[in-house]
Every structure is written in C-alpha cells, then in structure tokens.
C-alpha cells in the first residue's frame, strides 16, 4: 500500500511539470544548423502581471540558455519574445496550501528574424507549466518559471538540449 501511495505521489509531482514548444512556422533546417542570435528583444505587454523585471530577467535567462548551447553559426537571428502570460503562486499560499495552490505558468511567443533579410524564418510558442507543491516554499518560484521558460526557447530555436 505505502510502495501505490508513493508511485501516485511521484506521478503526481512529474506530471505537474511541463514545457512544451509549439511550432507555428518551422525554421528551415540550414538555418537551424548554422543559427547565431545576434539581437534579442523581450516585450512584456501591460496586460501580463508580473515583477517590474520580468523582461530583463527573461532575456538575461535566454540569453544563458543560449550560451549553454555553446553554439556559434554564420546565420545570424534577431529573436523577437513576447510574454503572454505569467502566473505565480506567491509564496504564503504556497506555503499554507501547497499543491492546492495551483501551478505557475509563463509563456512566449518567440519570432525569429533573419537579419540579412529581416524575413521571419521562424516562429513558435513556449509554454511553461509547473507544480512544485510545497516544495515551492524553498526556491524563488518566478525566477526558476522564467528559467524553464527560457530553456524552451532554447530547445525551440536550436532543437537540443544543452551538453
């Protein structure tokens, strides 16, 4: 009985996590292979609650993911990030009920622009979902959202994970 409850407990705490890449334009594969971004520009519209910083620490996080890539190419890219949404659960509801709490969510619209010809050659949408339960009471919940926020712009704009 106690080997169920922690199966369920586990699949529980794993399915309450999720960053999913939605393509809406695909990026030509040579492209892909050869990108290097040169320009990045993160708007957060009035209409998307969040820290004052948000889009200074969204893109100081993009920027990281992308540099954990280590990649460096001839087809330079202007990424263009538009938060959509951004929900987190604060940290005294977190703490008094948990899970209960809900998740915390972000998401991006992210448009890649080819600089030599300043076509977009690329577009999707990140989102990020997450669940950390009470656990959440022990890290900065907003900075770790936007840290797998921006991981998924990263897997979407290079179609890896980092070495």
Do not use: W
Request: proline share 3%; glycine share 10%.
């Amino acid at each position: 009985m106690l080997r169920l409850l922690a199966v369920v407990l586990l699949g529980a705490v794993l399915a309450g996590c999720s960053t999913s890449v939605v393509t809406k334009q695909e990026m030509p594969s040579e492209i892909r292979a050869d990108v290097k971004v040169a320009e990045l520009k993160v708007e957060v519209p009035d209409h998307v609650a969040g820290p004052a910083d948000l889009g200074a620490r969204f893109e100081d996080a993009v920027r990281k993911a992308i540099a954990e890539r280590k990649r460096e190419g001839a087809s330079e890219v202007r990424l263009e990030l538009t938060v959509t949404r951004f929900e987190v659960v604060g940290q005294g509801m977190r703490f008094f009920i948990g899970a209960f709490a809900g998740a915390n969510k972000m998401a991006s619209m992210v448009s890649v622009v080819d600089l030599k010809t300043e076509s977009t050659v690329g577009k999707f949408i990140v989102e990020r979902e997450a669940n950390p339960g009470g656990y959440g009471v022990f890290y900065d919940q907003a900075q770790a959202t936007i840290e797998a926020t921006a991981d998924g712009v990263a897997d979407g704009l290079f179609g890896t994970k980092p070495e």
